[in-house]
Every structure is written in structure tokens, then in C-alpha cells.
């Protein structure tokens, strides 16, 4: 029999374990294969979830709705840390943090099952939901019922849905607003629940901000808060953002790609005409200087 090598082991300090269930990941960011995300998920969250569902909003995101958070706050008659914010979606609780820098510090946030609880008492509905199977028509459902002010952090193609119709033809739902990046957000999948290390970060679409005050504030008072802000678009109608930003099942995205189309036809139309005339008149020019050359040497 060969003989196996004992290695001497260091007696370490064990680090303190957290309460979060976590897969082992290596340098990467990957997870081995011994390991499940999806049993990692039955652990940590009490209800049927999707991994591909799981990913943070980056923080700058939530700064960019700051300033109509404040004007909610002072519509409402409270300051920025009474003001009463409800996430119903937990990830891994980010959110909390984001906003308490913002100095939004009562922020509702647990790892609950949303659909089976009592929600909290809150001013404003605040979340990036996920998007897998049923959740947005049961969000859509739930902010049509509490009636109360909500930012919605979704991709550009929920404007186009079925649901979001609905919801924004009900009473006191019309007033809709739009805050969008000028720059992509990213969002990242904490390193516990990712299965391979290319799940860190993702955007695979773009995504902004679709918010109503439902009486709280208006459009208008919105635009007026959003007036200094850098590094987003705040308009009123989704259609008032750049082609980029539209759903691509948008009959008015095919529209104006259609117009743009035929400029960049007519554009490179001019531009070929205007080169052959320029070297037609180049061509007519050297002509009529080779016959006031031949014309002066008869002379």
C-alpha cells in the first residue's frame, strides 16, 4: 500500500459564520460543483424564488430618485427619516443600505414571502422586482390596490406589457414619470448565489425608473425636483426618451427607426451626388485648361 503524507494543519481562528446561507465560491467567483445555487435559495428564502432573479440595484440608482423621494417626504408632511419606504422584494438587502446613505433610514425590506404577509404600514412603494414568471402582474395588482405613491426599477419593455396598461388606466394612476441613466445600470448578483463567475454582473437591457405619485406629487413637481440632477433623463412620457430606451416591439421604435433609415438613405444620396458633381466640374475645369494650353501654343 502507498503511504499517505500527514500534513500538519495551523490552528486557526474560525471566522464567525453568518446567518445567510452561502456557497463555497473560489477566487473567481464561481461555485464548485459539489455546490447548488438552488439549494442554497431553498435555505435562504422561504419561498419558491429563480436565481436568475436574483441581482442588486447599484446604489447610484436610488440616488437618482432621491430628489423625488425628498419632495414625496415634504409633500407628506415628513421628514426624510420618517418617510416610510416599502421594498416588498428581498435580493440580499442592499436596498436598506443605498437609501439609508441617502438619509432614508426607514426602509422595510425582509427575506418574507410577500404574496402570504401583512405589508407594513409605508408612504412609498420602492422596488426593482423580479421579473420571472407571475411577479409583475402580481406587483402591478398589489400597487393598483394600496393606491399609494411607487417607483418601479424594470426594464424598458414593461411600458409595453399588458399590465402596466391596466394599472396606469386606473383612477389616480395616470400621472406617470420616467427617470432613466444616461449611462446603463448594472446590476450584480451577490457572490453567495452566483453559479459562475459570469453571473457577477449583468444589464442585458435597459432599465430606468417608472414612477407615479398618485396624488402625493405630480408629474410637473417631479420635473421641478429633478431639474438639477446630472447623469439622468427625467421626462413624462416614455416616448420623450432617446430610441435606445424604447422597447423594440414599440410600433413608434420601428417608426423612427424607419425615418432614420431613410435620412441616412437620402444623407448618403446628397453626399454621392455632391461628389459627382464636384467631380464633374473638377473633370470640366482640367478640360477647359488643356484647350488654353493647345489655343496658346498655336498662338
Not at 62 to 72: A, D, R, S
Not at 121 to 131: H, I, Q
Not at 176 to 185: D, G, N, S
Request: charged share 30%; hydrophobic share 30%.
Amino acid at each position: 500500500m502507498a503511504r499517505t503524507k500527514q500534513t500538519r494543519r495551523k490552528n486557526k481562528k474560525q471566522p464567525k459564520q453568518s446567518s445567510e446561507p452561502k456557497l463555497a465560491v473560489d477566487e473567481g467567483g464561481s461555485t464548485p460543483e459539489s455546490s447548488s445555487v438552488e439549494e442554497v435559495l431553498s435555505k435562504a428564502f422561504p419561498y419558491p424564488t429563480d436565481s436568475l432573479d436574483h441581482a442588486e440595484s447599484p446604489a447610484k440608482a436610488y440616488g437618482h430618485v432621491g430628489p423625488i423621494l425628498e419632495l414625496m417626504a415634504e409633500k407628506l408632511g415628513k421628514s426624510k427619516e420618517e418617510l416610510r419606504i416599502y421594498d416588498p422584494y428581498y435580493c440580499n438587502g442592499a436596498v436598506v443600505d443605498n437609501l439609508k446613505a441617502l438619509g432614508f433610514t426607514n426602509v422595510y425590506n425582509k427575506c418574507e414571502d410577500f404574496y402570504s404577509v401583512e405589508p407594513p404600514e409605508f408612504d412609498v412603494l420602492l422596488t426593482n422586482p423580479p421579473y420571472s414568471g407571475e411577479h409583475p402582474e402580481k406587483l402591478a395588482d398589489f400597487t393598483a390596490k394600496m393606491g399609494k405613491p411607487w417607483l418601479w426599477l424594470v426594464p424598458n419593455w414593461f411600458y409595453m406589457k399588458d399590465f402596466y396598461k391596466k394599472l396606469i388606466e386606473k383612477p389616480g394612476q395616470s400621472g406617470m414619470f420616467f427617470v432613466a441613466p444616461k449611462k446603463r445600470y448594472v446590476y450584480q448578483t451577490p457572490k453567495h448565489l452566483r453559479a459562475s463567475s459570469d453571473e457577477a454582473k449583468t444589464s442585458p437591457f435597459p432599465s430606468f425608473w417608472f414612477i407615479n405619485g398618485c396624488g402625493v406629487c405630480t408629474p410637473e413637481e417631479m420635473q421641478s425636483a429633478m431639474a438639477d440632477s446630472e447623469g439622468v433623463l427625467a421626462v413624462k412620457d416614455v416616448h420623450d426618451l432617446p430610441l435606445t430606451y424604447y422597447d423594440q416591439y414599440d410600433p413608434e421604435y420601428k417608426r423612427q427607426r424607419n425615418i432614420m433609415k431613410s435620412k441616412k438613405r437620402k444623407n448618403n444620396y446628397s453626399e454621392k451626388a455632391g461628389e459627382q458633381a464636384s467631380w464633374g466640374r473638377k473633370a470640366g475645369a482640367q478640360q477647359d485648361c488643356k484647350m488654353s494650353n493647345k489655343r496658346q501654343k498655336r498662338m
